[in-house]
Nanobody, 115 residues
Framework: QVQLVESGGGLVQAGGSLRLSCAAS????????MGWYRQAPGKQRELVAG???????NYADSVKGRFTISRDNAKNTVYLQMNSLKPEDTAVYYC?????????WGQGTQVTVSS
């Protein structure tokens, strides 16, 4: 059974940092892309950052220079280092893992940035 376990969310003041983790287990097919999405109240889910199996990364313009995505293939884990957080970063953050057969989503972790 596939499980994606997210951790690292919480409440932080503006300018602070958080590190999100998403560990996948039970996946038997090769993991290709991994990514982080977020959804704020009343808004659509949006891509925050993605990373390919080869390590190529891409970021939403709103987080470039502040967030860093990375992955540990041996642990089937993807990370999101978030620095210089802003109140507008407040959202539920979801990880997504792509395999050749289907995509998997994490359960979401709340990130709240106070001003």
């Amino acid at each position: 059974q596939v499980q994606l376990v997210e951790s690292g969310g919480g409440l932080v003041q503006a300018g602070g940092s958080l590190r999100l983790s998403c560990a996948a287990s039970g996946i038997i097919f090769r993991i290709n892309g991994m990514g982080w999405y977020r959804q704020a109240p009343g808004k659509q889910r949006e891509l925050v950052a993605g990373i390919t199996s080869g390590g190529t990364t891409n970021y939403a313009d709103s987080v470039k220079g502040r967030f860093t995505i990375s992955r540990d293939n041996a642990k089937n884990t993807v990370y999101l280092q978030m620095n210089s957080l802003k109140p507008e970063d407040t959202a539920v953050y979801y990880c997504k893992i792509n395999t050749i057969t289907r995509n998997y989503w994490g359960q979401g972790t709340q990130v709240t940035v106070s001003s």
